[in-house]
């Protein structure tokens, strides 16, 4: 018999070259594997939601791996949180699920934040967590140009040149941006995204809010589908996988 177990999982990105598992270099699918060995005694794969990218971070990683073992999931979370110990990647709740369950078919809804810390000053406490934006942001301009993107649209000026999706046709059911004293908060949720999406748009409406851009010239580099005429890519380091719906 064959049991499936879901992981929620938090972690630091920045030690790591992603999520997926490459060859030579460290990422979080391998140690999530690694620190599931002792348990299964037998090399698992372990699925994620979502793939991020080199030093992105993650609130709410959904995975989930298959075992012959009949497995406590207490023990589960205890004893890889034991092995993660001396890197960031902490299991926050593990559990037993149905083998219809996928962390990433049965996903319904992935949410990501942008972290944003707009001053000056450097990052003490945030360093390589947020990015930080010297000039003055209105946020109220950049909710203008964000508004432009919800819903179903061609994000092909937002679509990074190794993207290997099939089309570039994707459905946004929210962008929402807040302020709290210097930090501001991007939050995109959509079934899926393209490759870069979520930097790609940061980045351009960060020309917004800084007033490089007005809104108008916005839209019409959104319209024309054509990802030279975007801004550059947000840093990594501010990006967080934040959370996953499943029906």
Known sequence: ??????????????????????????????RLEEAVLPL?????????????????HALGQVAHFDTERALDP???????????????ISILSVG?????????????????????????????LD???????IKDIDIQLMKSAASL?????????FRAAGCQANSPIKTLNSVEIERVNDKIFIKVAAKSFLYHQ???????LVKVGIREWHVNKFREIFESRDRNL??????????????????
């Open 1 to 30: 018999m064959i049991h499936r177990y879901k992981l929620i999982v938090e972690y630091d990105g920045t030690p790591f070259f992603g999520w997926q598992r490459q060859e030579g270099v460290s990422t979080v699918q391998q």
């Open 40 to 56: 299964t005694k037998t090399l698992v794969t372990v699925h994620g939601a979502g793939r991020t990218d080199k030093g992105v």
């Open 74 to 88: 207490f023990r589960i979370q205890e004893c890889m949180n034991a092995y993660l110990i001396d890197v960031p």
């Open 96 to 124: 037993e699920v149905d083998g219809a369950f996928n962390a990433r078919f049965s996903a319904i809804e992935r949410s990501y934040t942008y972290i944003i810390v707009n001053r000056r000053a450097k990052l003490g």
């Open 127 to 133: 360093e390589n967590r947020a990015w930080r934006v």
């Open 149 to 157: 993107l919800v819903g179903c649209h061609d994000f092909s000026a």
């Open 198 to 204: 979520v930097r790609n748009i940061v980045g351009s």
């Open 230 to 247: 975007a801004a550059p890519t947000a840093p990594a380091c501010g990006l967080y996988f934040s959370s996953v719906k499943y029906s």
